[in-house]
């Protein structure tokens, strides 16, 4: 049973308008949530995190939301960019170390010019 | 070098050979980890080594057989493969080796395997 679930496989945004990719997760436990971005024949980088303490995090174009009753964690990215366009994954870990990531499947973001 | 290396990228084994996946942290991390991707699934983390010590093994089956030998160099070395381990291998380092909480992974290009 998947403890962090990207539903959507796949999204597809006009260039200058919103991403928003979703990420839901099971665990009560986790308390600290990760985004990481992936390009092909690459290992994924790291791109946004925020704590169970906070319900938002913002870092340039890139913002995560964090609703923790609902158990839901979303991305946006805005304005969006051809270069925005890789596989986007969700991680989550719990009793405040990040050893122990439990990732989604990913969703494959394409930003159309 | 910057990063995490792995090598080789791209490797096909039959199901009677024995090869060895390598990676190599240049970050002066503390922690290693492997993790396995099947396609669409999620990353699987296999195993975490702490300051050259396994501290997690997620019930991976023994013909994967790791080894650190340093804080910079991780292996993970296989045998008797099936097909169904055709994956890309991951591998990434972080700072955070005991309590210290809140780092993220490096993540390396991984190994893309094929076993035959």
């Known amino acids: 049973d998947q403890q962090v679930k990207q539903n959507s496989p796949s999204l597809s945004v006009q260039e200058g308008r919103i991403s928003i990719l979703n990420c839901d997760y099971t665990n009560s436990m986790f308390d600290y949530f990760l985004w990481y971005k992936k390009y092909p024949a690459e290992g994924p980088t790291f791109l946004i995190s925020i704590s169970s303490i906070k319900d938002k995090n913002e870092d340039g174009r890139f913002t995560v939301f964090l609703n923790k009753s609902a158990k839901h964690l979303s991305l946006h990215i805005v304005p969006s960019q051809p270069g925005d366009s890789a596989v986007y994954f969700c991680?989550?870990?719990?009793?405040?170390?990040?050893?122990?990531?439990?990732f989604g499947s990913g969703t494959q973001l394409t930003v159309l010019p | 070098e910057t990063g995490v290396t792995q090598t080789p990228r791209h490797l096909v084994m039959g199901m009677t050979n024995k090869k060895s996946l390598k990676c190599e942290q240049h970050l002066g991390h503390n922690a290693m980890y492997w993790y396995k991707q099947s396609a669409k699934k999620p990353l699987e983390l296999m195993f975490v080594y702490s300051l050259e010590e396994r501290v997690e093994n997620n019930s991976v089956p023994s013909r994967f057989s790791p080894e650190c030998p340093n804080s910079s160099h991780l292996f993970l070395h296989l045998h008797t493969l099936q097909p169904e381990d055709s994956a890309l291998y991951l591998c990434?380092?972080?700072?955070?080796?005991?309590?210290?909480?809140?780092?993220?992974?490096?993540f390396g290009p991984g190994t893309r395997l094929t076993v035959l």
């Open positions: 990434a380092s972080s700072q955070a080796a005991l309590a210290v909480p809140y780092n993220e992974q490096f």
């Open positions: 991680a989550a870990s719990a009793g405040g170390s990040a050893r122990q990531l439990t």
